[in-house]
Structure formats: structure tokens, C-alpha cells
């Protein structure tokens, strides 16, 4: 029987402290649309695409109204573009960008991922093709998001496609210079990526999944922020055991509304991503977190310490709530998406280096970073290069996602509006990674013995 | 199926009433109430089985909810469920 006090906390963890369900991510093969002719091409993804989640939003909206609990975003993932354009040039791989953004408009979802390429041991000319088109992909639509695999643990890193990637990340600030850049937020740079994660900008549809899925990502930052609140001054046992008691409730709440989705929609259920996902609103940050849990300010020594053991223990709590997990699962640190992280970076508390530090031990990367628009792409490169590094030596996913904010200097705000929020332009280090980048080539997969 | 349905602000004369008669004009069946009152501040919590509802429950989410926004009360109906989840293994 539930008892009065349960239905209040459920209540006020959906009414005061942002509890939501960050989104339900429908993932959908592309591999039955692969057609020599482009036009056929397209038409099929437009097709298959609509018929899939036509019901998606519809459903979503359901869940929430009977449930009375937020679904954010509806969201499609398909299949990486790279593997089913393969007979066709830069050109064909624009316009099956503007027919995904076309498909998402008749869908009304916010989010479209998949425009990605798998390039961790190298290239195929598909996948050269797909990289070449990435910033007039992003630049001419809205709701397209890219991502590309530059290394694995197994396969290393390729530092061509890092160098690579400098560029087109320059090219897609230049193309989207009237909206700060913006193309650069939709488009991830991944080490070890996961082929189920819910999330943008780097959701995409694996190649070993089913041929439609439902995969959901949670959230309540406020509310492990609340939860920690209320410990008071305990120690770290009794406050690992807060969040992850506080961890569980959340990710039962997204375990019910995804095999909810599933069975409504009549598409397996995939997995729940354990994740804290924080928005810029007041109340929604994992940075505030950190500070609860008796941090002066994000970014402070003992940052890293504290993410850690947030990190470890949403996990340890969220994987007994749910039947599946997958996707990025951990405590994302998005700069410019959480108020906490910007009021740190503009206090000059926070630091590129330290958020490099963070992403050691938590979920996902350097996640929406405003930096200089001059930049240099050996610079984008270097950044890349030291991200990826971290995610293949401890076997993780790390990816970056830097916006070069054209015509912004350090200490600039930029904007992206909604969700994506507003960053200030960090500060980098000034000293060149140009050699080493142009070198080119492979960096050898790591020894997973003589662990030191 | 059950809805909890929650209904808090400033107490005043008929809010049970109220509700109630929301419940019984369109097939919702009153199967518990708690309800307190503290220092002028009203609480209740009311269990319904809603198998019986003639409006779709979407509709008699808002139609409750613009019930309590003509009151000065919040209320808001869910499915059971999600309490279910989230507070029991």
C-alpha cells in the first residue's frame, strides 16, 4: 500500500526539483534503405523514418500526462549515415542530412542523430565523403546531429581523423558564424562510442541493434542535489548511500515510463542510460551537486574526488532499478547546459584542464565548451587528441564537443538558447600541438596488463 | 487501473466535496482518502480506481487540475504506478 509521505517525496522530486525524463530516443535501422539511386535513397529514409516513430511524440505525451511526470524530448537515432550512403558522394550525404531534418519536422521531434561515421582503425571512402559533408550538413539544417568514432581501446587512435575532425569543427563554426557557432554543438568527436545511447548530439543507432528500439535516458540532478541537502553533515559512506538510494528512485521512474514506451509502441525496449543530465535552469545542475557536497565552488580541488564518487554511486543505484542499462551512463558535465558549470568557468573556478580531469571519472567529455574562435584546428586537434586518450587508456567513452565561437574572444558569452544554453569563452592554453598533430597517422592500441 | 489523485493549498469550505463530485460525475471510484490539515495549509491524497472514468484520464487529469487552478489548489492526478515503482522493489 503507498503511503502518504512516498506520493509527497514523488511529488515534489517531479514538482520542485526538475525530476524528468530527459528522452526517449527511438533508434531505427537504415541498413533496407540502401539504393544505388540517391532520390530512392531518400525517400526511403524519409519513409521508413515516419512510419516508424509516427506515433513517437503522440505516445510520449501520454506517458507524461498519465504519469505526471515531464518526457523533455522525443528523439530518433539511426543507423551511422556513413554505412548506408556508400554509393554515393559529399553531395548525396547533404541531401540525406536535409531529408533527416525534414523526417524530424513531420515528426515533431527536437533531435535527429545518426549523421556519423565509424572511423576508429580508418577510413572508407564513405566514410571521407560523410566527414566532407558534416559542416554544410549542420549549417543547412536544425535538427541534425554528427558524430564520428575516432579510436577504440581495441583499435587506437587515429590521429588522421583527429586532425580531421580540427577542421571540421573550424568549418562548421565558420558556416553557423550568424548563430554563434551553433552547427558545433550538434556534432561529438567520440572515443569508444556506445551504439544504444539515448543522447544527442551523438545518438546513433548501432550496427548490432534491433531493427527499432526504445532507449531512455533520465535525470534529476536537483534531486540528488536535494537528497544531499537533506544528509546534512554526514560522511561520504552515509552520503554514497544517499545517492544511491536517490539514484534508484529516478531510474525506476525511467525503467516504468521505457517498457512503458516499449509496449505502447510495440518496439523492444533497449536500455535505460543512468544518467544525471542537467539543464541551465536554477536547481537542475551537477555542479551544484558537487558543491553540496561541500565543495566551495565546481572546479575547486577535490572536484574530481567528489565526481567520482557521484558518478560510481548513481550507477550502483541506478543498475538494480533497471532491467537493461546502456548508452553513456554516468553524471554528464556539459559546460554550457548547466548553471552551476557556467557560474564556475565565469568565476574562473573551473578550468579546461580540470573538466579534462572530471572526464576521467565521469560521463561523457568536454561536453559543450565555448572556446576563442581563432583557435587554431591543430589547437581542436590537441584538445580532441587528450580526451581520447583518456577514454581508450581507462577503456571508456570520452568525446568532445568544443564550439570555436566565431568572433569571440576568452571571456565572451556565447549563446545557443533552449537547452544548450549559454557558455562563457574559456581560456586556453596558448602553446601549439602543431607538430605533433600533423604527424598524422596511428596511435597504437594501449597494453591492458602492467596496469600502472 | 488506480490514480492518486493529490490536492493541496489553502484549506477552505468543500474542497472534499468538490473533488469528490468531479470523481463521481465521471465514473472514478473513491477507494481510500487522507486528508490533514495543518496550521491553514490543506493535504489530501486520494486513491481512485478510474477503470470506470467516462472522459479519456487525460481529460480528467485537466480537468481536475483546472478544478484546483479556479480554487487556488494544486492538484494533480498520476497513475499509481509511477509511486508504485519508484517506492517499492
Known amino acids: 500500500m503507498l503511503n502518504t509521505a512516498d506520493i509527497l517525496e514523488t511529488i515534489n522530486m517531479i514538482r520542485q526539483e526538475n525530476l524528468d525524463i530527459r528522452t526517449i530516443t527511438m533508434g531505427i535501422s537504415l541498413f533496407d534503405c540502401v539504393s544505388e539511386d540517391e532520390n530512392r535513397l531518400c525517400e526511403k529514409i524519409y519513409d521508413k523514418i515516419t512510419k516508424k516513430a509516427e506515433y513517437l511524440v503522440r505516445t510520449g505525451e501520454n506517458i507524461e500526462k498519465e504519469y505526471g511526470v515531464p518526457i523533455v524530448n522525443k528523439r530518433v537515432s539511426v543507423t551511422p549515415v556513413s554505412l548506408i550512403g556508400g554509393a554515393h558522394g559529399k553531395d548525396a550525404y547533404i541531401r540525406i542530412a536535409r531529408t533527416l531534418d525534414r523526417a524530424a519536422d513531420t515528426l515533431g521531434i527536437n533531435f535527429i542523430g545518426g549523421f556519423s561515421a565509424l572511423v576508429d582503425k580508418g577510413f572508407t571512402d564513405s566514410a571521407t565523403q560523410l566527414i566532407a559533408a558534416i559542416p554544410e550538413a549542420l549549417s543547412s539544417t536544425g535538427k541534425v546531429c554528427s558524430s564520428v568514432n575516432v579510436a577504440t581501446t581495441k583499435a587506437g587512435i587515429n590521429m588522421d581523423a583527429i586532425r580531421l575532425m580540427g577542421r571540421t569543427i573550424k568549418e562548421t563554426a565558420y558556416l553557423t558564424r550568424d548563430n554563434d557557432s551553433l552547427g558545433c554543438a550538434k556534432l561529438v568527436v567520440f572515443a569508444n562510442v556506445p551504439q544504444d545511447n539515448p543522447f544527442m548530439a551523438g545518438a546513433f543507432h548501432g550496427v548490432g541493434e534491433p531493427e527499432c528500439v526504445i532507449n531512455v535516458g533520465v535525470s534529476g540532478p536537483g534531486v540528488v542535489s536535494s537528497a544531499i541537502q537533506r544528509a546534512g553533515d554526514c560522511d561520504l559512506s552515509a552520503l554514497a548511500d544517499v545517492i544511491k538510494k536517490t539514484a534508484f528512485k529516478i531510474t525506476r521512474v525511467g525503467q516504468l515510463v521505457a517498457s512503458e514506451a516499449a509496449r505502447r509502441l510495440d518496439v523492444p525496449f533497449g536500455i535505460v542510460d543512468l544518467s544525471l543530465a542537467p539543464t541551465p535552469a536554477i536547481g537542475d545542475s551537477v555542479a551544484r551537486i558537487l558543491e553540496n557536497m561541500g565543495l566551495e565552488r565546481c572546479g575547486a580541488h577535490g572536484t574530481t574526488a567528489a565526481l567520482a564518487m557521484l558518478n560510481d554511486a548513481v550507477k550502483k543505484g541506478g543498475v538494480m532499478a533497471s532491467s537493461h542499462v546502456g548508452g553513456l551512463s554516468g553524471a554528464f558535465i556539459p559546460v554550457s547546459e548547466d548553471e552551476g558549470m557556467i557560474d564556475a568557468v565565469a568565476n574562473g573556478a573551473l578550468t579546461i584542464e580540470k573538466l579534462e580531469a572530471m572526464t576521467a571519472v565521469c560521463s561523457v567529455g568536454l561536453d559543450m565548451i565555448a572556446i576563442p574562435g581563432d583557435t587554431p584546428e591543430a589547437v581542436i586537434s590537441g584538445i580532441i587528441a587528450d580526451e581520447i586518450s583518456i577514454g581508450v587508456a581507462n577503456t571508456k567513452t570520452t568525446a568532445v564537443r568544443v564550439i570555436p565561437a566565431y568572433g569571440k574572444k576568452e571571456g565572451d558569452t556565447v549563446s545557443f538558447g533552449g537547452l544548450l544554453g549559454y557558455a562563457p569563452v574559456i581560456r586556453l592554453n596558448p602553446y601549439s600541438p602543431e607538430r605533433f598533430i600533423s604527424r598524422g597517422g596511428r596511435i597504437p592500441a594501449p597494453i591492458h596488463s602492467l596496469k600502472n | ?89
Open chain 2, 1 to 89: 487501473m488506480k490514480a492518486v489523485i493529490s490536492v493541496t493549498g489553502k484549506d477552505n469550505v468543500g474542497i472534499i466535496a468538490g473533488v469528490s463530485a468531479i470523481c463521481a460525475d465521471k465514473g472514478a471510484n473513491i477507494l481510500d482518502i487522507t486528508q490533514s490539515v495543518l496550521s491553514e495549509y490543506f493535504a489530501m491524497i486520494m486513491l481512485a480506481d478510474i477503470d470506470g472514468l467516462t472522459i479519456p484520464f487525460s481529460e480528467f487529469v485537466d480537468l481536475l487540475e483546472r478544478y484546483g487552478e479556479s480554487r487556488a489548489l494544486q492538484i494533480h492526478t498520476m497513475h499509481e504506478d509511477i509511486f508504485n515503482t519508484m517506492h517499492h522493489i
